[in-house]
């Protein structure tokens, strides 16, 4: 999709932080600065409010959001991220082993992230971490 930064993030086994992100179209400062990030409650970002709730998180303004820490909307802001949207990526059992995530520039409603897109993406981003988190935590992990 034109503009959209897009980008995964994936919980530790214990699902207390987050473990490591991949955003291809951010410079490495993003997934530095994210990595580790606890899962909360409160809620660091819309990565892991999505993980932990299950459900996808929109944000349509990183400057008017106040559901999320400064740490996070500064972070975002200051990589060209003002809004976000982000989808639980499930594994095995539906367990939330992770987050699609889509990002913009400008402020963006709801038009701008397609859903089926976004579901299609997570979905896929799902089967292929699974299969990556069996190789590398063993094959009885769900998280």
Same mark, same amino acid.
Do not use: W
């Given at each position: &999709?034109?503009?959209?930064?897009?980008?995964?993030?994936?919980?530790?086994?214990?699902?207390?932080?987050?473990?490591?992100?991949?955003?291809?179209?951010?410079? %490495?400062?993003?997934?530095?600065?994210?990595?580790?990030?606890?899962?909360? =409650? %409160?809620?660091?970002?819309?990565?892991?409010?999505?993980?932990?709730?299950?459900?996808?998180? +929109?944000?349509?303004?990183?400057?008017?959001?106040?559901?999320?820490?400064? *740490?996070?909307?500064? +972070?975002?802001?200051?990589?060209?991220?003002?809004?976000?949207?982000?989808? =639980?990526?499930?594994?095995?059992?539906?367990?939330?082993?992770?987050?699609?995530? &889509?990002?913009?520039?400008?402020?963006?409603?709801?038009?701008?992230?397609? *859903?089926?897109?976004?579901?299609?993406?997570?979905?896929?981003?799902?089967? &292929?971490?699974?299969?990556?988190?069996?190789?590398?935590?063993?094959?009885?992990?769900?998280?």
């Amino acid at each position: &999709m034109p503009g959209c930064r897009a980008g995964v993030c994936i919980a530790s086994a214990d699902h207390t932080k987050l473990e490591r992100s991949v955003f291809p179209n951010l410079p %490495p400062t993003f997934q530095q600065a994210i990595k580790q990030l606890p899962m909360g =409650p %409160p809620y660091i970002g819309c990565c892991t409010a999505a993980m932990q709730g299950k459900q996808i998180i +929109t944000v349509h303004d990183l400057e008017k959001e106040s559901r999320f820490s400064d *740490l996070f909307i500064a +972070t975002c802001l200051s990589h060209g991220i003002r809004s976000l949207r982000s989808r =639980p990526v499930y594994g095995r059992a539906d367990a939330a082993i992770g987050t699609f995530v &889509m990002g913009y520039g400008e402020p963006s409603d709801d038009q701008r992230f397609d *859903l089926p897109y976004i579901d299609f993406a997570a979905d896929a981003v799902g089967a &292929m971490l699974q299969r990556e988190l069996d190789r590398t935590r063993g094959p009885l992990s769900s998280h």
